[in-house]
Every structure is written in C-alpha cells, then in structure tokens.
C-alpha cells in the first residue's frame, strides 16, 4: 500500500515536469520557438531547452536524495528489530 502511494505521488508530480521545463526554458533561459530554424543552426534554443531540462532533472533528483537517503539507515534498525524475536514470541514457543 506505502509503495501504491509513493507511485501515484511520483507520477502526479511527474506529470507537471514537460510543462515546467517549457516555462523555464523560455522566462529563464530566453527559448524563443519563433527563432527555431531547421535550417540555420538554433543553438541558442538549444542551449535554453538543454537548460531548463537540466535545472529539472537535477532539482527533484536532489530532493528524492534528501528526502531517501535517511530511509537508509532507518531501514537498517528497522530490520533488525524484526529479525530479533520479541519477548511474546519466546513465551509462546
């Protein structure tokens, strides 16, 4: 159930990162569609598009490193404390 969660939560937010970098690359980093040329060289556009791909990947990579990387170590105290039997378990046996 905890990982049906964190999918639709990851998806959900998956879904506003075209939009997002589109937005980016064109008030941040000056992408203009009109001066797309597929004959000429466009490498102003593509160093803007590069840009605001880049800035949204490295943002929410950051994040999930930060918010994931405590699980590590919580995990491991976790699993220990599974794998050792409780004192209900040892009456019962």
Not at 56 to 61: S, T
Not at 70 to 89: G, N, W, Y
């Amino acid at each position: 159930m905890v990982y049906s969660f964190d999918r639709a939560i990851v998806v959900s937010f998956a879904s506003f990162g075209a939009p997002l970098v589109g937005i980016m690359s064109e008030k941040l980093f000056g992408f203009d569609a009109k001066g797309l040329d597929n004959i000429k060289d466009s490498g102003p556009e593509a160093e803007a598009l590069s840009k605001g791909i880049m800035w949204m990947m490295a943002v929410p990579f950051g994040l999930c490193c930060l918010c994931y990387t405590p699980l590590h170590f919580i995990f491991r105290k976790d699993r220990k404390i599974a794998i050792t039997p409780s004192s209900m378990e040892v009456e019962i046996a």
